[in-house]
Nanobody, 131 residues
Framework: QVQLVESGGGSVQAGGSLRLSCVASGDFYSKNCMGWFRQAPGKEREGVALIYTGGGSTYYADSVKGRFTVSVDKAKNMVYLQMNSLKPEDTAMYYC????????????????????????WGQGTQVTVSS
């Protein structure tokens, strides 16, 4: 079991930045996939940024590439999402997630993007970007 608690959400104008944090407790070190998902009203939850904690490979949704950066600090049991150049379409509830589901594709190991793959979730933190 692992418990996840997010923080750092808020309201910001377009072009601004926010840094989300997720602190993990419990069986953190066995979870080799961690990252961030988001869900806007009326839309399906989507993977935003994921990181394989065993090797550092990352996944980013096309809509956030070049603007968002996911990182993990194992010593502090923390996962971060640095969000720059925010757009109104980034407005959503952001969730931290974790599980032991890294996949070895032969050429490398990475984490799956579908949210249904993940069992452990935080309660979410709201991000609102105004134009």
């Amino acid at each position: 079991q692992v418990q996840l608690v997010e923080s750092g959400g808020g309201s910001v104008q377009a072009g601004g930045s926010l840094r989300l944090s997720c602190v993990a407790s419990g069986d953190f070190y066995s979870k080799n996939c961690m990252g961030w998902f988001r869900q806007a009203p009326g839309k399906e939850r989507e993977g935003v940024a994921l990181i394989y904690t065993g090797g550092g490979s990352t996944y980013y949704a096309d809509s956030v590439k070049g603007r968002f950066t996911v990182s993990v600090d194992k010593a502090k049991n923390m996962v971060y999402l640095q969000m720059n150049s925010l757009k109104p379409e980034d407005t959503a509830m952001y969730y931290c997630a974790a599980d032991s589901i890294a996949i070895d594709y032969g050429l490398g190991t990475s984490c799956p993007a579908p949210w249904l793959e993940y069992r452990y979730w935080g309660q979410g933190t709201q991000v609102t970007v105004s134009s």
